[in-house]
Every structure is written in C-alpha cells, then in structure tokens.
C-alpha cells in the first residue's frame, strides 16, 4: 500500500486572507484542495479540482456518464467497487466499530483488487475519513467513496410493517439534518455529539475530493410509498433551487426532490457540487412485471427520471439501483427475461431486465449500486442459472459476481458496485431469523446457515488467526494445541469434540487402520436436552444411551447427512403442521416413533404466477447433506461449504451450530420440541452428548458430553476469499474502461 503522507500545517497567506474577508479562495482551475483546520495533521488532496464559477468540481455527469476530471479533460470509466459495511464481530451494526487500522488494511486490498470506489450507506466515524484522506494523500488514481445517506427509518416503516407517510414534517426534519451533517461530514467541518447507533466525534478530514456521488436514502418500503402518495393526492410536484420534481411525479418522487435539494444546497455552501442520486431496488423500480407473484413487489414505483436537475445544478444527477439475480421472483418467472440473450449469445434473465431498466433510464448515468451472491452454507431463495440465494463456494461465487459484473458492462450500464467487501455476523434471513435468537446475541456467533452474513470477498471467520482455526485436511496438529477439548476412547476408536463461533468440531481416530466409511458407516448421535429417541431409523440397528435430537450418518461423498428428530423439527412443525405448506404426517410429532427427518430450509412460500395462474408449489431445500472435502485455503481442493473430511485413519467433522438446534451458542440457547411448546420457544443447553457408532455395532456407548463457557467477546480473523483474485481479474480487464456506449439520447433527459 503506497500513501505519500502530505502535512498540511499552515494556510498560505493568500487563502488565508480571502478567508478572513469572508471571500472565496482563488483555488484555480488545477489547484489542490487545502482540508479545515484543526488538531489533527491531515494529507492533502494531489487530485486536480475543476473550478467553473466558483464551484468545485471532481467528478461530475457529463455526456451522460459519471465522469472525473484528470486536470485536464473530464474522463468517463466503468466504475468498478466494492460495499462496505459498518461492523466487525461481537458487535451490533450501529457500534460502527471497525478502527482506522482496519480501513487502511482495507483500502488498500480494495485498490489491489483494480476497484476504484467503495460504497458506504451512512456517516462513519472520523477516522474511516481520515484514513481515506491518508490513504489517497499523493494519488492521482484515489480510492472514491459514494457517501450514503440513511433514510429515518424508523418514521418511514413502523415495527408492524406499515408504511408511514414521507412528508411528515418530523420526518423531512429529521432526513434534512442527517443530510446537513453528511455534507459538513465530508468537508471536514463537524463536531457531533455522541449519540446511539450514530457515529459522533471532530470530523475535521475534508475528503471532498474524493466523493464520486451521493447514494440518499435506503431501500423503499413500498407500504410507505403508498402511503405518501394516498396522503397528498393532486399535489404539485416540487420546485427547489437545484432538483425539481417533473410535472407527472408522484409525491413520494417529489418528497425525493426536495431531499436531493436540500444535499444540493448544503453542498454549495462549501462551493462544492458532486453527482447526487437515490437509492432504488427492483421492488420500487418503474418498470411493470405482470407475472410477479407477489403484489407488494409491483405496488407502487419510484421513478428516477421524475426527478431532475436544475440548471445550476452542474455535478448531474445519476440512478442507482440494488439488483440481485433471485429476488425478486419476476427474475424467474417474466417471460421476456427468461427468454432475453445476451452480446454473448446466452440466455441471460438477469442481463434481460439490466437492458429493460437501461431503456427507461435514458441520458442518465445507471449503476448497479448492489449486486452478487454469498458463499454461505444456508440458502433462502433459488435464482435462474444457479444464481442462487446460497450454498456455493467461494469460488462459484466469484464465477457468478464476476459474470453478474459483466452483464452490467454489457448491458451498458455506468457501474457496478459488489455487495460486499467483508461477511458480517450480525445479520439476518428470512428463513433463519427466527431462530437465531436473541437478537442482541446475532453478533456474537457466525451462522453458517444465514446467507446474509457471507457476502463478503474477505471472510471474517472464528479465531484470533488461521493457525487459531480447525482446518478438515486429515491432520491433527491443530487439534493437539487447543485446550477447549473433550475426549473418550471407543472400541478400535477415539473422538475428541471442541468448538468455535461457528461451529462443533470432532475428531475420530481409527486405532487399527484406515477409516472406510462408504464400506461401514459411522452414525453420530447428538443429545442437547431432554426427550428424543433412542432408536432412530436412519441408524438401523443402533441403539443410543439417551434420546438423540439429530443423527448424523457418515458413508460415502455422496451419501452422509444429518437428520433431524421429526418431533423436534422446526421446519416440519412450522410449514407443516402449522401452516400447512408442505406434506406433514402425525407421526413426525412423536419423538417415542424414532422418525429423523431431513435437515432442510424453505426458499419460496406458495405462489400463483398472475398471468398463467399456475400455482408454484412450496419449496425447500435440503442442507443437512454433508460436503465431503478440505477447508484448507492453500489447497487446491478446497471447499468453504465441506462439513467432514476423512483421510487415512482420521476423520474431522465441523458441525454449524444452528444445524444442532443452536438459536445462540454463545449462551447455550436451543430451540424447544416445538410440538410440545406449541410455539417457538428457547431453553438452555447444558451440555452437547456426542455419542459415536459403527454399523454393525449394537454395544451401548458413552456419550461424550461435550461444555463450554459463554462468551461474549468472539475472537475473528480475516481471510480474502477464492472469488477475491476471480473479481481481481475482472475488475481489471473492464474498470477504468468508459462505459459500453453512450446512454441513448445523450444527455437530453438529464435536463429539466
């Protein structure tokens, strides 16, 4: 990482003179921008400034694409960049609690990796400003940041779902001042007092330089649209000294407006204009989807181009949505995208409505502001061509960024930005979140199973370092260091049992040759409370010491698995006999009956296709299969989703603790047999009974009963991922390269 760390200590006399006299600085057409004074020693800007009229200039809209300027000319480019979340483990999102240490380490793989802006969704602390400034100090090619504004969500959506009107005058009083301290914020002019979930302190690094564009407000309840727009009918669109509602705009697009005027303004104090946009999704996109199954996705819309710049607004104005390619369901079902082929030749749905929404924006720069897929274990929803809410690995999911990326090129768009840059704990999935309970206790474990802690490029994975890590490789010095151990010899055998943030670990060692598990299988019984069953029919012939709630069969690659007790299954209970989804029997809710059911996660509720009105079935899917393979980063076979791996005479097995019917590891919470509950219910676990049997074997075992303490500091460690080099690649090839072709129309619909 190369920073040339520039002081400033004093102001030249000249600038300092027109400051006292209340004028603007003569900074000139090439001169560097000089950052607030201040106690602290801030780098300065090596970036040339357009100045035309007393306003300053980095970046800009200009023939239609998001353009920066060289010192010489304004130059169009692909954008290229990654999403970069607020939060490290053992922390909730609003601790904002990553150091400057940690941005620079950052700052500079990003850059490594050939992007060129990092998207961030609020006002971070002072230092993530300060070492962007260290970190740009002398470059001529910087790291750019969209500076996010976030929405007051709290007065938009209420707890029960409900969408609150936008313009009450709380509301925009509340949006205009996160707004005003954003601004202040990136010119190095705020002192904020603390206050939860916000970041506070002395911002004194002018980084204004380096903003490419503001990203305002969050993803649109479509409830709250609605409830806008039914608040103020007939209302006369907005007028404001730099954006302007157009004359069909709707009163939330208005509301839009008045915010995105109010940025304008705060930012023309400082004698800066940058490129402003909004935050969309295909929720609230303007384009109609007649076979969307689902009414709330095609509610209501939220037009871009019913917002405009005025003339004196020189910075332009672009669009920036979130698009992923599996949600929403109008990605698998409307025809006209699952037959669309791409400049490549490929049916490509995803690239199929890129080009519709590029054909609605016209004259205007459009950037995909999130895109990808994760490298989780767990999956929530199913996407055309594999493009799915889950299960890959690292290296499908820099195959499947990195052609995602691609089709945002292709399809002529001015950007793409990936979500994300790093996995983060504390987050939640529909079909996990209830039970990964308490919420406050999120942060303090890694959920395997929730897809939306596994975006990132750079793992952040359990233990103070790699060496602190159990790796599935066949070799045991890792196990021979870690003092968190349990251990019983069996007959011919040994298991030892540990444990991380994420996972339960076991190791069996075959005291009189190789394992040969697809010849005699191992069965693996797993006791967290009471009630179960002794006898389970995916072991036949086995006989446990207690009740089991998940029996795990080890056999050959393709034929290992871990069932679940159908009494104590959740997923039976719930989609089954409670709402009646799927095929649900009475004997699945006796424990006494020794029926194990699969381990598996809804993806899709029921569904009618409108236009057809097919009916979409109930879909789930299985993840209690067991990936045979290495979770060794420097091995060429290894697999982030493998769950054991045998070798000679040692088998390793990691275990995901939600898999286990863990809602909180980190305080011994599990789930209770929820027939009996009647409801979703959490107890204590005191202890996990590991209780190991060949086939072919009926002699009663002791189990291993396997305690930890709580915790609630974790220890982490980061890791770039498989996909980090497959985006490395593509990044390099298409960033910096202008976009494919000039938007059509040129710039004309950018005008008011």
Same mark, same amino acid.
């Given at each position: 990482?190369?920073?040339?760390s ?6 030249p006399g ?14 000139g ?38 353009q920066?300027?060289?010192?010489k000319?304004?130059?169009?480019? *692909? ?8 939060? /490290? ?23 490594a990796m &050939?992007?060129?802006v990092?998207?961030?969704?609020? !006002?971070?602390?002072?230092h ?5 400034a ?5 470059r001529?090619?910087p ?17 029960g779902g ?5 313009l009450?005058? #709380?509301?925009?009083?509340?949006f205009?001042k996160e707004?005003?301290?954003?601004v ?19 911002f004194e ?22 409830? /806008?727009?039914d ?5 006369k669109?907005?007028?404001?000294? +730099? ?6 705009a709707?009163p ?13 303004q ?40 019913q917002?405009?710049?005025?003339a004196?607004w020189?910075?332009?104005?672009f669009?920036?949505?979130? !698009?992923?390619?599996?949600?929403p ?7 006209? +995208? ?5 400049s490549?030749g ?8 890129l080009?519709?929404?590029?054909? &609605?924006?016209?004259? !205007? ?37 990195? #052609? ?6 292709n ?7 990936? *979500?994300?840059?790093?996995?983060e ?8 979140m ?5 919420? #406050? ?11 939306e802690e596994? *975006?990132?490029?750079?793992a ?8 602190? /890590?159990i ?8 196990w ?9 010899? +069996? ?5 030892t049992?540990?444990h991380d ?7 069996l ?6 394992w ?18 002794a ?26 698995a871990?069932?679940?007790?159908s009494? +104590? ?11 009646r989804?799927?095929?649900w029997?009475?004997?699945w809710?006796?424990?006494?009956n ?6 598996r ?25 067991l ?7 420097k091995?060429?076979e290894?697999n ?8 000679g ?14 809602t909180?590891p980190?305080?011994?919470k599990v ?13 204590e676990?005191?202890?996990?009974r ?18 930890? #303490? ?10 770039l991922?498989?996909?980090?080099p ?7 090839k ?15 619909a950018?005008?008011?």
């Open positions: 990482m190369h920073v040339i520039v002081k400033k200590r004093i102001l000249l600038v300092l003179l027109a400051l006292l006299a209340g004028c603007t600085p003569p900074w057409e090439t001169a560097r921008n000089l950052f607030a004074g201040g106690s602290k020693d801030i780098p300065v800007s090596a970036l040339p400034v357009y100045d035309e009229g007393g306003v300053k200039q980095t970046s800009a809209v200009k023939d239609g694409h998001l920066v300027y060289d010192g000319a304004w130059k169009p480019q *692909f954008w290229s960049g990654v999403n970069m979340g607020a939060t /490290t483990p053992g922390h909730a999102p609003g601790e904002l609690s990553p150091t400057k240490e940690d941005y620079l380490r950052w700052f500079g793989q990003i850059k &050939h992007a060129d990092v998207r961030i969704y609020t !006002i971070l602390p002072p993530f400003y300060e070492a962007l260290e970190f740009n100090a002398g001529k090619d790291l750019y940041i969209l500076q996010g504004i976030w929405a007051p969500e709290e007065q938009l959506v209420g707890a409900q969408g609150y009107d936008a009450q005058q #709380d509301t925009i009083d509340q205009r707004i005003r301290d954003a202040q914020v990136i010119h190095g002019q705020l002192k904020r007092k603390a206050e939860s979930g916000h970041a506070s302190g002395k690094a002018d980084v204004s330089p380096y903003v490419l564009g503001w990203v305002v407000g969050i993803e649109w309840d479509p409830y709250t649209v609605k409830a /806008t727009n608040a103020h009918p007939g209302m669109p907005f007028q404001g000294t +730099y954006f302007q509602a157009a004359s069909g709707s939330f697009e208005s509301w839009l407006a008045q915010m995105l005027d109010t940025l304008a705060e930012d023309m104090k400082f004698g800066w204009q940058h490129p402003v946009s909004f935050t969309n999704w295909v929720t609230t996109d303007p384009l109609t989807h007649p076979n969307e199954p689902s009414d709330t996705e095609d509610l209501v819309s939220v037009d871009p181009m917002v405009r710049p005025q004196g020189k910075a332009g104005y669009a920036s949505y979130h !698009i992923y390619p599996y949600y369901d109008l990605l698998r079902y409307e025809e006209k +995208y699952q037959t669309y082929k791409d490549e490929n049916i490509n749905p995803y690239a199929g409505y080009h519709e929404l590029r054909e &609605h924006h016209k004259g !205007i720069p459009l950037i995909v502001a999130e895109y990808g897929v994760p490298s989780s274990r767990g999956m929530a929803h199913y996407g055309p061509l594999n493009r799915n809410q889950g299960m890959h690995s690292e290296k499908e999911q820099g195959e499947i960024d990195a #052609d995602l990326y691609r089709s945002i090129y399809e002529n768009l001015d950007g793409a930005v990936l *979500f994300a840059w790093q996995d704990w504390f987050k939640i999935t529909w079909n996990t209830e039970l990964d309970s308490p919420i #406050d206790r999120r942060p303090m474990w890694r959920n395997m199973l929730t897809n596994h *975006f990132g490029l750079l952040v994975e359990p233990g103070k370092s790699q060496e602190d /890590t790796v599935l490789d066949g070799k045991t010095y890792d021979d260091r870690r003092k968190n151990t349990e251990s019983r010899d +069996y007959p011919g055998y040994s298991l049992v540990s943030e994420a996972y339960l670990y076991l190791l060692k075959n005291k009189n040759g190789d040969k598990p697809g010849e005699q299988p191992l069965y693996i019984g797993f006791d967290t409370v009471d009630s179960g069953s006898k389970a029919d995916k072991a036949p012939g086995i006989t446990f010491s207690g009740g089991q709630e998940f029996v795990m069969k080890l056999s050959g690659e393709n034929d290992s871990i069932y679940v007790q009494a +104590y299954d959740y997923h039976a209970w719930q989609y089954g006999f409670v709402n989804m799927m095929p029997q009475e004997a809710s006796q424990a006494e020794g029926l194990f059911l699969p381990w996660l809804p993806v899709s509720k029921p569904l009618v296709l409108p236009q057809s009105k097919k009916p979409v079935p109930f879909e789930d899917v299985e993840i209690g299969r990936h045979h393979g290495t979770t060794d980063p091995s060429a290894f982030n989703l493998a769950d054991w791996h045998a070798a005479s040692v088998i390793e097995v990691r275990v995901p603790w939600m898999l286990l019917g863990f909180d980190s305080s011994h789930w209770r047999y929820p027939y009996q509950a009647a409801a979703f219910k959490m107890e676990s005191k202890a996990v590991v209780e190991p049997h060949l086939s072919g074997n009926s002699n009663p075992a002791e189990p291993v009963a396997y305690k930890w #303490d709580n915790w609630n500091k974790p220890a982490s460690h980061e890791r991922k498989q996909s980090y497959i985006l490395k690649e593509a990044f390099g298409l960033g910096k390269q202008p976009p494919k072709a000039t938007p059509p129309d040129g710039a004309a950018a005008k008011p």
